[in-house]
Each structure stands twice: as structure tokens, then as C-alpha cells.
T-cell receptor
Framework: KQEVTQIPAALSVPEGENLVLNCSFT??????LQWFRQDPGKGLTSLLL?????REQTSGRLNASLDKSSGRSTLYIAASQPGDSATYLC?????????FGTGTRLTIIP | NAGVTQTPKFRVLKTGQSMTLLCAQD?????MYWYRQDPGMGLRLIHY???????AKGEVPDGYNVSRLKKQNFLLGLESAAPSQTSVYFC??????????????FGDGTRLSIL
């Protein structure tokens, strides 16, 4: 059974810092990995999707990497802003379904 | 462009009552999913559908039923609500299934409390 872990559960950093969020998974037989953002009381918004054949994806200040062999992905956020405060979740796709991690709650301190 | 719309947004039920949650999408996506989100447990898949007229069980299907009579709608039913079903329910859609480069799109959720 696929298990997805995100550590730490919560993270606070001053505005302007670069930061890395971590995601690990136990079964490397995945089709893709997705990073989502969830604001309080809202649904999930897809940030980046990395297919299993890719190593990384970039969108603006966000860069996600994938190492299938080690079962790890990282989400790098450059020059953090207060608006980046949210919960970030990673999810891996195996067969028809996504398996989610429990998320990292990020707080950017102005 | 509504995307994924969930109805209702909030609901309080008494134990034993029944209700149906509606998910409607206007993106012509084939795949639809129902998740529940509980503190410390992340999102868990309840049921999903790979196309009109199809349904399949996810990780936590017990106590729930689903129907996909129309491509744009995916209904989640609770026949006899239990306090353990208190949760936030999310619907999601995607154009294709596994191996796709298309992300999942989520609704804003239904917050359900069972007393």
C-alpha cells in the first residue's frame, strides 16, 4: 500500500526566504506526482505535476523535483511572500487514484 | 467558468438521517472522485468514476454510495449517517486517468457534521 509522508507538519519562515518542502513515498511505481496548495476553508489548487519520466517542473517561483528511485519529491519556493501561507500537499498517482500526504502548513512571517 | 461545484457547502445531520452530496463539473472531464479530509489523516478516496455510468470503490467506501448517471454529475450518498462520517468532503475531476499530464481539479468542499 502506498504511503505518502510530508515532514515537517508545520513550518514558519520570514518573508523573503527560500524554502523547501519535502514529500516521500514508499512505492516507486507511480505515474506522476502532484503538488497542491490548500487555503483555509477551500479546496485544493494544483501547483505542479511531474510525470514519472521527468525530474522537475517549474512554475514562477516554484520548482518541484522528483526522484523516483529514492521515493522523494521536494517543492522549492523562492523569495517567499505572505501570500504563500497555506497548506501544501503532495500526492502520487498509482493506477487510477491519488494517494495524498497529510500536508505541510506553511506560514510566511511578514 | 464554474469548474467543479459542490452542493451543499455546509450541512448538519442527525445520526441515521440520509443525504446526497452533489458534484457538478463543466469541464467535460471523464474521471471524477469523492474524497474525505479529516485532521491528521489527509485526503482519503471514497469512490471514483472513470466515465458516465461507471463507479468504483476507493480506500474508504463503507457507508457511502455513488452514482454517475450523467457525465457532468457525480453524487455521493449517505444512507444512514453516523458521527464517524463527520468530515469535509471534496469532489475532484480530471480529464484522463493514470499517466495523464492533467492535474486534478477540486471543488471547495462540503462541510458535514453528524450529531
Amino acid at each position: 500500500k502506498q504511503e505518502v509522508t510530508q515532514i515537517p507538519a508545520a513550518l514558519s519562515v520570514p518573508e523573503g526566504e527560500n524554502l523547501v518542502l519535502n514529500c516521500s513515498f514508499t512505492d516507486s511505481a507511480i505515474y506522476n506526482l502532484q503538488w497542491f496548495r490548500q487555503d483555509p476553508g477551500k479546496g485544493l489548487t494544483s501547483l505542479l505535476l511531474i510525470q514519472s519520466s521527468q525530474r522537475e517542473q517549474t512554475s514562477g517561483r516554484l520548482n518541484a523535483s522528483l526522484d523516483k528511485s529514492s521515493g522523494r519529491s521536494t517543492l522549492y519556493i523562492a523569495a517567499s511572500q505572505p501570500g504563500d501561507s497555506a497548506t501544501y500537499l503532495c500526492a502520487v498517482v498509482g493506477n487510477e487514484k491519488l494517494t495524498f500526504g497529510t500536508g505541510t502548513r506553511l506560514t510566511i512571517i511578514p | 467558468n464554474a469548474g467543479v461545484t459542490q452542493t451543499p457547502k455546509f450541512r448538519v445531520l442527525k445520526t441515521g438521517q440520509s443525504m446526497t452530496l452533489l458534484c457538478a463539473q463543466d469541464m467535460n472531464h471523464e474521471y471524477m472522485y469523492w474524497y474525505r479530509q479529516d485532521p491528521g489523516m489527509g485526503l482519503r478516496l471514497i469512490h471514483y468514476s472513470v466515465g458516465e455510468g461507471t463507479t468504483a470503490k476507493g480506500e474508504v467506501p463503507d457507508g457511502y454510495n455513488v452514482s454517475r448517471l450523467k457525465k457532468q454529475n457525480f453524487l455521493l450518498g449517505l444512507e444512514s449517517a453516523a458521527p464517524s462520517q463527520t468530515s469535509v468532503y471534496f469532489c475532484a475531476t480530471t480529464l484522463e486517468g493514470r499517466g495523464s499530464n492533467q492535474p486534478q481539479h477540486f471543488g471547495d468542499g462540503t462541510r458535514l457534521s453528524i450529531l
